[in-house]
């Protein structure tokens, strides 16, 4: 997981394929809190969806994770915490993938960091990482670019 402010985002657009697509989408008039809905910026290989949520307890909040795409949160407005917890270290027997919707909530796991992620800054998180979104009170709004991947992470 990386966690950087929005203006940083340049150093990385070389990091995967499709970053450059969020970069300039990043820099786009498009790019705001107002601009609710799904933005395809490569088709179904690389997508934005900004939205409205509404934060909830901590219990409520499971651990998730993605085995074809790069999550990249950005927070538009408000601030939200966020569990995490190295995926390799969870226990996965038991837990159905969604392979549609390329997400596996892990609900007897628990993270074992939280971290504050405030307006104009953004988590990169990687399929090896477990992630609860979400946490907190009140509403925010959210981009999360989702950006397809080739990986060696076995399905759950």
Do not use: W
């Not at 990043?26 to 934005?48: I, Q, T």
């Not at 074809?68 to 966020?82: C, N, Q, R, Y």
């Not at 038991?94 to 549609?100: F, Q, T």
């Not at 909530?105 to 990169?124: K, Q, T, V």
Request: aromatic residues 8%; glycine residues 6%.
């Amino acid at each position: 997981m990386i966690l950087d402010s929005v203006k940083s985002f340049e150093k990385y657009r070389n990091l995967a394929e499709g970053f450059d697509k969020v970069y300039k989408f990043m820099r786009s008039k498009e790019f705001n809190p107002e601009n609710e809905g799904r933005h395809e910026l490569d088709g179904e290989r690389v997508y934005c969806t900004i939205s409205r949520e509404q934060l909830k307890d901590i219990d409520r909040a499971p651990l998730e994770t993605h085995d074809s795409h790069i999550d990249i949160h950005v927070i538009l407005k408000g601030a939200e915490t966020m569990g995490i917890k190295d995926r390799s270290l969870c226990d996965v027997k038991d837990v159905k993938y969604n392979e549609a919707d390329d997400v596996a909530f892990l609900r007897d796991e628990h993270p074992d960091n939280y971290i504050s992620i405030g307006e104009d800054n953004l988590a990169i998180v990687f399929p090896s990482d477990a992630h609860a979104p979400l946490i907190g009170e009140g509403e925010i709004v959210k981009a999360v670019f989702k950006v397809k991947i080739k990986n060696d992470i076995e399905a759950i």
